[in-house]
C-alpha cells in the first residue's frame, strides 16, 4: 500500500462527489472534469519538509497526495523532479536577473506529458482498464504509449494527418497503434471516444480523466520544495488544454492546507500562440468559457488545442492569481528558442520559447518589474521539433 490519501473526486463545475476507486471519464451529472481530493490533514502527519531527505528523486517523491494506492501500480520512467535552472545570462539580457527555467525537457520522452501519462496509466492499470486510448497532436501520445508498454496495455493514438513525423514514430516504437485522422485533435476525440464506447477502451484524452492533472501539479509541488518553500512572483506556462496551470493552481492550494505554504500566490500567466488563442480572447472578453477556436494552426503542437474542456478552471486561476493571458507569434517562439538555447544550454520546444518571448513583451510592458522572480516552463525538448529550424 502507498501512502496515499486519496479520499474522493469531486467535479470542478458542479460540486457532485464520487467514490474514488472506480474508471472514470467525466462528471456524470455534468461532463466537466474530475478533480482527486484528498485528506490533507492525514498526508501532512507525514508529508512534512524534513521527510523529503529520503524520498525518491521522482514525482513520487509526493505520494501521500497522489491517487495510486498500490505499490506495484506505481510506474516508473523516471518522471518529475526536473531540475529548476537559474538562468543569469539570459536574465541580464533581458533585464530580469531572477529568471529561471523549470526544465521539463529532461522527463521520459521529452517533455512533461510524462508526468500527467504516468498517474493516468498508473491510476488506469490500478483501477482494471485493458486498453487505453489517446487523441494527440504532439507529447502526450508517445507518453502514453511508454507508459502503457511498461505494463503491457495495448495503446490505440489518432493523430491528425499534419501531425510531425517524430511524434508518429515514437508511438509507433513503444508498441502503439497508430491510427491518422483527417482532421483536428477535436475530430481525434471523436474517434477516440467512438473506440471507447465499441471496444471499451479507457479515454485518456487530458481533464477527461482526473489524474492527469494530478501528475501534472507536481510541477508546483517541486517548484515549491526547489525554491526553499517560498513560490516565485510570476509563473509563465504555455497553455494548451491547460492541465498544467490548472494543476499546479490545485497544488497550491492543498500545500496551504498542509501548512508547506502560505497564501501567497505566483501571477500566473497563460502563454499561447497568436494561431491558436481561445484562452487569451476568453480573457480579454472576460468570459467563464472559452470558444472553439476556428482553424488553430502553429508549430507548437502542446499548443494547438482549440476548445478545452476545462477552460473556466484555466481562466479562474488566472483571474484568481491576478495574472494574464497573451499570444505570441509562431516566428517569435522559433527566433527566441535561440535566445533562450545560446543563454543557457536548454534546447527549448517552440512552448518554451514562447514563455520566453511574452515574458520579453511582459518586462517591456511594465507587467513584469525587473526585480521579480520569474519561472519559465520549458514544456519539451527542442529535439523532437527539430524540423521547424531546418
Ligand atoms: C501539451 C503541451 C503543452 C500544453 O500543456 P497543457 O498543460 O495541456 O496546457 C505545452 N508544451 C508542450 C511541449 C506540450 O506537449
Same mark, same amino acid.
Given at each position: 500500500?502507498?501512502?496515499?490519501?486519496?479520499?474522493?473526486?469531486?467535479?470542478?463545475?458542479?460540486?457532485?462527489?464520487?467514490?474514488?476507486?472506480?474508471?472514470?471519464?467525466?462528471?456524470?451529472?455534468?461532463?466537466?472534469?474530475?478533480?482527486?481530493?484528498?485528506?490533507? +490533514?492525514?498526508?501532512? +502527519?507525514?508529508?512534512?519538509?524534513?521527510?523529503?531527505?529520503?524520498?525518491?528523486?521522482?514525482?513520487?517523491?509526493?505520494?501521500?497526495?497522489?491517487?495510486?494506492?498500490?505499490?506495484?501500480?506505481?510506474?516508473?520512467?523516471?518522471?518529475?523532479?526536473?531540475?529548476?535552472?537559474?538562468?543569469?545570462?539570459?536574465?541580464?539580457?533581458?533585464?530580469?536577473?531572477?529568471? #529561471?527555467?523549470?526544465?521539463?525537457?529532461?522527463?521520459?520522452?521529452?517533455?512533461?506529458?510524462?508526468?500527467?501519462?504516468?498517474?493516468?496509466?498508473?491510476?488506469? #492499470?490500478?483501477?482494471? =482498464?485493458?486498453?487505453?486510448?489517446?487523441?494527440?497532436?504532439?507529447?502526450?501520445?508517445?507518453?502514453?504509449?511508454a507508459y502503457a508498454a511498461v505494463v503491457g496495455l495495448p495503446s490505440h493514438v489518432f493523430m491528425?494527418?499534419?501531425?510531425?513525423?517524430?511524434?508518429?514514430?515514437?508511438?509507433?516504437?513503444?508498441?502503439?497503434?497508430?491510427?491518422?485522422?483527417?482532421?483536428?485533435?477535436?475530430?481525434?476525440?471523436?474517434?477516440?471516444?467512438?473506440?471507447?464506447?465499441?471496444?471499451?477502451?479507457?479515454?485518456?484524452?487530458?481533464?477527461?480523466?482526473?489524474?492527469?492533472?494530478?501528475?501534472?501539479?507536481?510541477?508546483? #509541488?517541486?517548484?515549491?520544495?526547489?525554491?526553499?518553500?517560498?513560490?516565485?512572483?510570476?509563473?509563465? #506556462?504555455?497553455?494548451?488544454?491547460?492541465?498544467?496551470?490548472?494543476?499546479?493552481?490545485?497544488?497550491?492550494?492543498?500545500?496551504?492546507?498542509?501548512?508547506?505554504?502560505?497564501?501567497?500566490?505566483?501571477?500566473?500567466?497563460?502563454?499561447?500562440?497568436?494561431?491558436? =488563442?481561445?484562452?487569451?480572447?476568453?480573457?480579454?472578453?472576460?468570459?467563464?468559457?472559452?470558444?472553439?477556436? +476556428?482553424?488553430?494552426?502553429?508549430?507548437?503542437?502542446?499548443?494547438?488545442?482549440?476548445?478545452?474542456?476545462?477552460?473556466?478552471?484555466?481562466?479562474?486561476?488566472?483571474?484568481?492569481?491576478?495574472?494574464?493571458?497573451?499570444?505570441?507569434?509562431? /516566428?517569435?517562439?522559433?527566433?527566441?528558442?535561440?535566445?533562450?538555447? /545560446?543563454?543557457?544550454?536548454?534546447?527549448?520546444?517552440?512552448?518554451?520559447?514562447?514563455?520566453?518571448?511574452?515574458?520579453?513583451?511582459?518586462?517591456?510592458?511594465?507587467?513584469?518589474?525587473?526585480?521579480?522572480?520569474?519561472?519559465?516552463?520549458?514544456?519539451?525538448?527542442?529535439?523532437?521539433?527539430?524540423?521547424?529550424?531546418?
Amino acid at each position: 500500500m502507498t501512502r496515499s490519501t486519496l479520499t474522493h473526486l469531486e467535479c470542478g463545475m458542479c460540486g457532485t462527489t464520487y467514490p474514488p476507486h472506480q474508471l472514470m471519464n467525466l462528471c456524470p451529472a455534468c461532463a466537466r472534469p474530475l478533480l482527486a481530493r484528498y485528506d490533507l +490533514q492525514r498526508a501532512a +502527519q507525514t508529508l512534512t519538509k524534513a521527510s523529503f531527505a529520503g524520498r525518491p528523486a521522482t514525482l513520487w517523491r509526493y505520494e501521500e497526495v497522489l491517487p495510486v494506492q498500490s505499490d506495484a501500480a506505481m510506474l516508473s520512467l523516471g518522471e518529475g523532479w526536473t531540475p529548476l535552472k537559474h538562468a543569469p545570462r539570459l536574465g541580464e539580457r533581458i533585464g530580469c536577473a531572477n529568471t #529561471y527555467i523549470k526544465d521539463e525537457s529532461l522527463n521520459p520522452t521529452g517533455s512533461f506529458k510524462a508526468r500527467g501519462l504516468c498517474l493516468a496509466v498508473s491510476r488506469a #492499470y490500478e483501477l482494471g =482498464a485493458r486498453e487505453l486510448a489517446i487523441p494527440s497532436a504532439g507529447n502526450a501520445a508517445g507518453a502514453m504509449c511508454a507508459y502503457a508498454a511498461v505494463v503491457g496495455l495495448p495503446s490505440h493514438v489518432f493523430m491528425p494527418v499534419d501531425v510531425p513525423k517524430t511524434f508518429q514514430v515514437e508511438c509507433k516504437v513503444l508498441g502503439a497503434e497508430v491510427t491518422l485522422v483527417n482532421g483536428l485533435i477535436n475530430d481525434c476525440g471523436a474517434r477516440v471516444r467512438e473506440g471507447a464506447a465499441e471496444f471499451g477502451w479507457f479515454d485518456c484524452s487530458t481533464l477527461r480523466e482526473p489524474y492527469r492533472i494530478e501528475g501534472k501539479k507536481t510541477m508546483g #509541488y517541486e517548484l515549491a520544495e526547489q525554491l526553499g518553500w517560498k513560490l516565485p512572483d510570476v509563473i509563465i #506556462y504555455p497553455t494548451g488544454g491547460g492541465t498544467g496551470l490548472i494543476g499546479m493552481w490545485k497544488a497550491f492550494d492543498e500545500m496551504e492546507q498542509m501548512g508547506l505554504i502560505g497564501s501567497e500566490r505566483p501571477r500566473m500567466v497563460s502563454v499561447q500562440s497568436t494561431g491558436c =488563442a481561445p484562452i487569451v480572447r476568453a480573457f480579454e472578453e472576460n468570459t467563464e468559457h472559452a470558444e472553439l477556436w +476556428q482553424g488553430a494552426k502553429t508549430v507548437a503542437d502542446g499548443l494547438r488545442v482549440p476548445v478545452a474542456v476545462g477552460d473556466f478552471l484555466i481562466l479562474r486561476a488566472i483571474r484568481e492569481s491576478g495574472g494574464t493571458a497573451l499570444a505570441v507569434e509562431d /516566428s517569435e517562439m522559433l527566433e527566441y528558442a535561440g535566445v533562450m538555447g /545560446s543563454l543557457t544550454g536548454i534546447f527549448p520546444a517552440p512552448e518554451g520559447a514562447a514563455c520566453l518571448a511574452a515574458q520579453i513583451r511582459l518586462l517591456k510592458d511594465g507587467w513584469i518589474k525587473p526585480d521579480e522572480t520569474v519561472v519559465l516552463f520549458n514544456t519539451g525538448t527542442g529535439l523532437k521539433y527539430a524540423h521547424l529550424w531546418q
